[in-house]
């Protein structure tokens, strides 16, 4: 059965403003729901509007005073998220809090995106960079900002072949989506090594769940026609396992601590503490050795700013 994990304290975050993609279920919905009852203020980026307005709707069931927004964003659109950025910016308010959180896991046959990029490497990882992008100049003026990136265990798998990152010559699901969560956790370190050598005032750093049920583990790999049914009966045979998952609440917990807690480093990396880090509450999680090669977070960088069109400033350059 699902287990649980204990909680963390968040500090008072009345006055903040927090962007969370993906939020109208899973992760981002329980980081949503726990921004505001801290205080914050919610803008809820979904690609499902009406999903959106029912998450909007149960997360003020439990927090009545919640100050919550929505907005629309698809992530393997760089339009959508470049209208979003464009919305955000004209507003001007500070941003405080990103959780780069929304994805897909492991659709079982390769798709693209209208940009022509591969599916899950354009909406785990890319939109991602390029909202954050966008996102900068409020992320700067909020001054000492975070930045959380969700990767995943599964990171543990990816592997940049610059030759063939977005999987066209052998596409595979689970090994594409490794490498969509190995670049998130790469970008997340060295957003906070740009941020550090450029005074931005950004703390970037990464998470991930653990094991924890969500519903990536229908969407994804139901995704092109694979039967929903047939996925959901073979997800609660899985869940059955002994000692392994736990539910929302408990595998929010590390990004929620790399988000808010002033204990969490920047480029650090925080999953679960139990045993294989399934489960338990946040700690600091092992780094796959890929993640620390700087000649592929460089490399990685400079192709994100060429298939996204987001420039970010150099060092030297004010943002």
């Not at 869940?239 to 807690?261: F, H, K």
């Amino acid at each position: 059965m699902p287990r649980s994990a204990p909680d963390i304290d968040v500090p008072d975050l009345r006055g903040k403003l927090a962007v969370v993609t993906g939020a109208n279920s899973g992760i981002g919905f329980g980081l949503s729901g726990r921004f505001a009852r801290a205080g914050a203020e919610v803008i809820l980026a979904v690609r499902n509007e009406r999903k959106g307005a029912e998450a909007i709707a149960e997360i003020r069931a439990r927090v009545p005073d919640a100050v919550l927004h929505l907005r629309e964003l698809d992530l393997s659109s760089l339009a959508s998220v470049a209208a979003l950025g464009a919305d955000l910016n004209r507003a001007g308010r500070p941003v405080d809090f990103l959780a780069n959180n929304a994805g897909i896991m492991a659709p079982r046959r390769r798709a693209v995106t209208s940009d022509g990029i591969e599916l899950q490497f354009a909406t785990n990882y890319l939109g991602h960079f390029a909202l954050t992008g966008h996102l900068l100049p409020l992320l700067r003026a909020a001054g000492s900002a975070r930045v959380v990136s969700v990767s995943s265990l599964m990171s543990r798998l990816g592997r940049f072949d610059f030759d063939d990152l977005q999987s066209e010559r052998r596409y595979q699901g689970v090994l594409a989506y490794g490498v969509s969560k190995l670049a998130q956790l790469v970008f997340a370190r060295e957003l906070d090594r740009r941020s550090v050598a450029a005074g931005w005032g950004i703390r970037s750093n990464a998470a991930h769940p653990g094991a924890t049920i969500t519903n990536l583990q229908v969407t994804g790999p139901t995704h092109g026609g694979r039967s929903v049914r047939l996925n959901q009966i073979r997800n609660r045979l899985l869940y059955l396992v002994p000692g392994v998952w736990q539910e929302i609440d408990a595998g929010i917990l590390p990004a929620l601590y790399a988000a808010t807690s002033p204990d969490a480093e920047g480029a650090g990396f925080y999953g679960p503490d139990g045993f294989g880090e399934l489960h338990g509450g946040p700690a600091p999680a092992k780094v796959p050795a890929r993640a620390l090669d700087d000649e592929a977070a460089a490399r990685l960088w400079e192709v994100s700013e060429r298939l996204s069109g987001v420039t970010y400033p150099k060092a030297h350059q004010p943002a």
